[in-house]
Nanobody
Framework: QVRLVESGGGSVQAGGSLRLSCAAS????????MGWFRQAPGKEREGVAH????????IYAISVKGGFTISQDNAKNTVYLQMNSLEPEDTAMYYC???????????WGQGTQVTVSS
């Protein structure tokens, strides 16, 4: 059974940093890509960062480009999201997702809350 478990969320002041982790297990095949999404109250879910597992290429939302970095540790089956220079508008629930059967995301974690205060 595929499981994605996020950790590393918390409360920080503006300008601070957090590193989110997504521990993956139960994959029957290598994921094609993994990504981080976020959803703030009253807003639609936003794709933040994506990584192609085999090629290592990355894509970022314009809103986080330059401040966030997605990376992977294949030995630990873990994907990270390093978030620097956080702003209050980054406050949201952050979710990890995996695309295994295709390039569409088909597995999701439960989320980890990030709160940035001014």
């Amino acid at each position: 059974q595929v499981r994605l478990v996020e950790s590393g969320g918390g409360s920080v002041q503006a300008g601070g940093s957090l590193r989110l982790s997504c521990a993956a297990s139960g994959f029957t095949a290598t994921a094609n890509r993994m990504g981080w999404f976020r959803q703030a109250p009253g807003k639609e879910r936003e794709g933040v960062a994506h990584i192609h597992i085999r090629e290592g290429t990355t894509i970022y939302a314009i809103s986080v480009k330059g401040g966030f970095t997605i990376s992977q540790d294949n030995a630990k089956n873990t994907v990270y999201l390093q978030m620097n220079s956080l702003e209050p508008e980054d406050t949201a629930m952050y979710y990890c997702a995996a695309a295994i059967r295709s390039y569409e995301y088909d597995y999701w974690g439960q989320g980890t809350q990030v709160t940035v205060s001014s």
